[in-house]
């Protein structure tokens, strides 16, 4: 997983928790790359899960909770260093669908070693999309957190319903997304 997915997330446990927090969450992960990250470097996504999962027993919120929280605020993130993918849509499903063809694919020119998940989208119709992730890594709710920033980067209610659909290949979460 690349490393600018770490060092935000480091800087917003700082940001919430402070540092004394982030240097005994960090000192208490037996982390192989130390904990000392790059945002060009590559790192193990298990160091992701497992930071998140002692950060979890220090604050009492759920992981689950911790990593939706960490997607919402890494959109909001990702509108002020890469403002040029927010141009087009004008709306979240807008948005969303081009999530798959357009930006992650321009993620990989820049970062080759990116392993970035398969999304597919279908407009059911004005109000309803169906988007369907798929990966080799755990990440469901960080997608589900990226989304939920979404809708309020772009001020849309919009409900999300899921549904698991992992198997031994791979991780897949169908989302149900509805405009109300
Ligand atoms: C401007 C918007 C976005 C940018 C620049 C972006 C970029 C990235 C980058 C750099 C990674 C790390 C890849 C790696 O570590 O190897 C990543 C991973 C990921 N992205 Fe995006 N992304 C964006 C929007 C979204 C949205 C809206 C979603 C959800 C609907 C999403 C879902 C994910 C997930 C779940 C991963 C983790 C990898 C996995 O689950 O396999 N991204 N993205």
Do not use: W
């Not at 989208?121 to 169906?130: G, M, P």
């Amino acid at each position: 997983m690349k490393g600018i997915v770490f060092t935000e997330l480091l800087d917003l446990i700082e940001e919430k928790f402070g540092q004394d927090i982030l240097e005994d969450v960090l000192d208490e992960c037996k982390l192989e790359s130390g904990g000392a990250y790059t945002s060009v470097g590559t790192y193990d996504h298990k160091e992701l899960l497992e930071i998140v999962t002692v950060l979890s027993r220090y604050t009492a919120v759920p992981v689950k909770d911790l990593v939706r929280k960490y997607g919402h605020h890494l959109f909001f993130r990702f509108r002020k260093l890469m403002p040029e993918f927010f141009e087009k849509p004008t709306n979240a499903f807008q948005f969303l669908e081009t999530v798959h063809g357009t930006i992650h694919v321009e993620v990989k020119k820049l970062y080759p070693d990116a392993k970035l998940p398969s999304f597919e989208t279908s407009r059911e119709s004005d109000t309803e999309l169906v988007m369907t992730y798929i990966s080799s890594c755990p990440f469901a709710d960080f997608a589900h957190g990226l989304m939920q920033g979404c809708f309020d980067y772009y001020n849309e209610d919009i409900r999300i319903e899921k549904e698991d659909k992992n198997n031994e290949q791979q991780f897949c979460r169908v989302f149900t997304l509805t405009k109300r």
